[in-house]
């Protein structure tokens, strides 16, 4: 038994440390374990508090980094110029760690494949930054017709997150030395208005948002509504009353969404969400 525990594959995972990427990852893990691999799933020392319960009596292994944020997160950074700055000094200093044993590392872009299209043009310079309102409609190749609204924020809004642009980028560096790329397709596969629809509803609000929610609302709806800042996304959205998903467009969402069924109704903020919300309403024609 323990001769064939030492050959197997084993996996070792690594979310960036954001809230919308974790799960996806740990379901990954999960279903590598399944199939047989060891897999370790690894975290920063924060978010692994926050995430005990979910981790007792899993049949994946779990470890910890540190990201220059152990006691309180990101809050703690106080910017993201200085978090990323942080996370990159930490993280360089593991991965020298782990060099020495001769890892085969596995990039995953947490996009759709048209936003990660874009960002790869943008990149290599084939397309002008910040794009211009008078380049619309904006030719792609294999992409439908964009609008400047349809683009990803950072490509067109001049100095928005732009630690955040830079790190996207910064992905595609050695992306044509990749010995292989693996694409999945999945073709196949406001307060006063909410209250009008008399429909039953769950609303998860950031904690750091739940100020800006009148005190009278909550008592007003009554039992029509439950407002929470967290809720685990899978769990909920395969339930028999779950109509529709009310989104951002965040590509976890979306891709959870799709996976389990469900409409959505698309409200982008920044970055991706705008391309995805494009592709959900204009070309899988799941939403609106």
Known sequence: MEKKDTNRVHVLAIPYPSQGHINPMHQFSKRLSSKGLKATFVTTIFISQIMKPELTGSDIDFDRIPDGCDECGFSEAKSVDNYLVRLQDAGSRMLTELTQFCIIGAAFFMHACGVDYIYYYAHCGLLSLPVPSSAVPITIPSLPFLELRDMP????????????????????????QADFILVNTFYKLEQDGLKQTRFDFLWVIRSSEMAKVPDW????????????????????LPHEVAGYLFTHCGWNSTIEALCLGVSMVSMPQWTDQTTDAKLVEDVWKIGV
Do not use: C, H, R
């Open 153 to 176: 924020s950072f490509t067109y809004v001049v100095g928005s997150y732009s630690s955040y642009f830079e790190m996207v980028l910064i992905q595609f560096s050695n992306v044509v």
């Open 217 to 236: 609302f909550a008592k007003e709806m009554g039992d029509k509504s439950l407002i929470a800042n967290w809720i685990p996304q899978t769990k909920v």
